[in-house]
């Protein structure tokens, strides 16, 4: 019998049980290399394209509880000093939706989190479609407090950078800008969108920032090809 990989046991395991943890324990750490590469890679990236226009959003700044708030700024606005990288995600809430996308929401509830941590080392803003008091009016409902939260109703952003296609259906792209020597340059792009996904699965373009998939992928029942988040649960359900 091979030796495991390390010396880390757990109440009443069996020898079988050890044998195929040892042999997922392998390909986990494959797995962390291929992810590792692959972010390597990303850095690698050369400049994308200059940005062809600075935008200009409508925005409520950093504090959707406030309905006092709304201003407009440009895409070169968002660039805090010292902070060269430029996240934006594209929320599929479009004027013509009755109610936002459930799984945006999902992905933007965990973000809303974790705002405080990122702005330590990056910029990020949250772009939709639809005018940015009704955004508002959602994401004070929905409980966020620290997403920066702009609306592209009056720029042609969501098109440019593939968050909206030209009959204005709504895509949840996820967007990099680095600016260097002070011009902005577009980096990345989900761009696995855009190509087909593997039978039975879902593109998983931004599972990068979505920790709903990941926990759920180390359970044994797994992701399930027929459960979807919902906007709201329980006695809330009847919202949706």
């Not at 990989?5 to 291929?34: N, T």
């Not at 479609?129 to 920066?148: K, N, T, V």
């Not at 968050?163 to 709504?170: C, K, L, P, Y």
Request: glycine residues 6%; contains cysteine; charged residues 25%.
């Amino acid at each position: 019998m091979s030796q495991s990989l390390h010396a880390v046991r757990f109440p009443g395991e069996s020898d079988a049980y050890r044998h195929a943890r040892d042999r997922l324990l392998k390909a986990e750490i494959e797995l962390r290399r291929q992810i590792e590469s692959t972010a390597a890679l990303r850095r690698a990236l050369p400049l994308g394209g200059a940005v062809p226009v600075d935008y200009f959003f409508d925005d409520e700044g950093d504090t959707p509880m406030d309905p006092d708030v709304e201003r407009q700024l440009r895409l070169s606005d968002l660039f805090e000093d010292g902070k060269d990288s430029l996240i934006i995600y594209s929320f599929m809430y479009g004027p013509a939706m009755t109610q936002p996308c459930p799984s945006c929401s999902s992905i933007l509830d965990a973000l809303d989190g974790e705002m405080v941590h990122l702005r330590q080392r990056a910029n990020l803003a949250v772009v939709a479609r639809s005018p940015i008091q009704r955004i508002r009016r959602f994401a004070r409902e929905r409980g966020w407090r620290h997403l920066h939260l702009l609306s592209s109703a009056h720029n042609t952003y969501n098109t440019d950078y593939h968050g909206e296609t030209a009959d204005g259906s709504q895509i949840p792209a996820l967007n990099v800008f680095v600016k260097r020597d002070g011009v902005i340059h577009h980096t990345w792009c989900s761009e696995l969108m855009f190509v087909a996904p593997e039978p039975g699965q879902d593109p998983r373009h931004v599972d990068l920032i979505w920790p709903l998939w990941n926990l759920l992928d180390c359970t044994p029942e797994g992701r399930r090809a027929d459960w979807r988040p919902s906007l709201w649960y329980g006695a809330s359900a009847s919202r949706s």
